[in-house]
């Protein structure tokens, strides 16, 4: 079975940049997160999706996060403008039901932001 | 906020020993679950606990939950090199949909 597939692993940009991060995750995963692992910290949890809608987005910083799963399958997560402070470990991560299960994480994208 | 909080920070021990690291959490559950990262790649499941299970074990892993304390405890035993990373409980809290990490626990296993 494939596991959670993520790009790119690694993105260097300067501040007030955009940024975009692609996931892929485990088919027939019908919830898809995107957390935020900022350095020395556990993941925080930035949107959680159950098919293509939202479930959670209440931790997303809405004025420059942007997040979309079409069709229920892949999703994208955008940054536009960058700041320094985003700079972090972008894990996206999948499972079969909502929170309490399972959760299957990609291998993440490094951001550093300058 | 992190509802869950892990202790300690960091851990150092030597190959064979034990290693124990706890959790504790400040709302009711509906299950906890541990994490294991290794350096710079994503996170692994470990293993689940239900709240009205009180202890489970998987391989050389053991996981005690005491709802009454609001804390779990995640022992490795004998332990390898390879069981060196960070491990993270996260908690499913009553009425949320979400799962919220604490800030993990090192855990440094040396030959």
């Known amino acids: 079975e494939a596991g959670v597939a993520q790009s790119p692993r690694y993105k260097i940009i300067e501040k007030r940049q955009s940024v975009a991060f692609w996931c892929n995750p485990i088919s027939g995963h019908a919830t898809l997160y995107w957390y935020q692992q900022i350095l020395g910290q556990g993941p925080k949890l930035l949107i959680q999706f159950q098919n293509n809608g939202v479930v959670d987005d209440s931790q997303l910083p809405k004025d420059r996060f942007s997040a979309e799963r079409l069709k229920g399958v892949d999703s994208t997560l955008k940054i536009q403008p960058a700041k320094l402070e985003d700079s972090a470990v972008y894990l996206c991560?999948?499972?079969?039901?909502?929170?309490?299960?399972?959760?299957?994480f990609g291998p993440g994208t490094r951001l550093l932001v300058l | 906020s992190q509802q869950g909080e892990e202790d300690p920070q960091a851990l150092s021990i030597q190959e064979g020993e034990n290693a124990t690291m706890n959790c504790s959490y400040k709302?009711?559950?509906?299950?906890l679950q541990w994490y294991r990262q290794n350096s710079g790649r994503g996170l692994v499941h470990l293993i689940l606990?239900?709240?009205?299970?009180r202890e489970k074990h998987s391989g050389r892993l053991r996981v005690t939950l005491d709802t009454s304390k609001k804390s779990s405890s995640l022992l490795i035993t004998a332990s390898r090199a390879a069981d060196t990373a960070s491990y993270f409980c996260?908690?499913?809290?009553?009425?949320?949909?979400?799962?919220?990490f604490g800030k993990g626990t090192m855990l440094l296993v040396s030959p």
């Open positions: 606990i239900r709240s009205n299970e």
């Open positions: 991560a999948s499972s079969l039901e909502g929170a309490g299960a399972t959760q299957y």
């Open positions: 996260a908690t499913d809290a009553r009425g949320y949909s979400t799962l919220t």
């Open positions: 709302t009711s559950i509906n299950n």
